[in-house]
């Protein structure tokens, strides 16, 4: 898998009656170690998130309720991606701009990061982005 670029990534689904199992595991499914993991959750439906980037940092993220969408940009266009199954997950590597909008009542995001929390990773204005990318 080319993780040079976003992609969905299949995870493991074990299906039983008594319910399903899916799982990630660190440098195994998502190309990283997981170092942080933090959830979105009681967003009102219909709402979104402001975008960011990262200089730095991957993540990976998952619907583990509801549905949302994923609008990332990689300074050349935009790809929106649907999240609604548990055993899919969206790869985001650095310098990849991202919002989350068209959130479902009760959904709950689940996002997995190759760093720590670091301000200074961030890049919340949209021009320097695409001024970086550009250099």
Known sequence: ?????????????VSD???NLSFIESDGHVPFTVRRAYW??????????DGHAFRRQHEVIV?????????LNDGSGEQ???????????????MTWRKIDN?????????LS????DPQDYIED??????????
């Open 80 to 94: 929106r991606h649907h999240m609604a199954r548990s055993y899919y997950a969206l790869y985001v590597p650095p």
């Open 63 to 71: 619907a583990l309720s509801g549905s949302f969408d994923v609008v």
């Open 17 to 19: 009656p008594r319910g």
């Open 40 to 49: 979105i959750y009681d967003v009102p439906g219909g709402m979104h998130r």
């Open 103 to 111: 959130f479902s009542t009760n959904s709950v995001v689940l996002v």
């Open 1 to 13: 898998m080319d993780y040079k670029k976003p992609c969905i990534i299949d995870l493991p689904k």
């Open 126 to 135: 949209f021009d320097e982005f695409i001024s970086l990318k550009k250099s």
């Open 114 to 117: 190759s760093e720590p929390y």
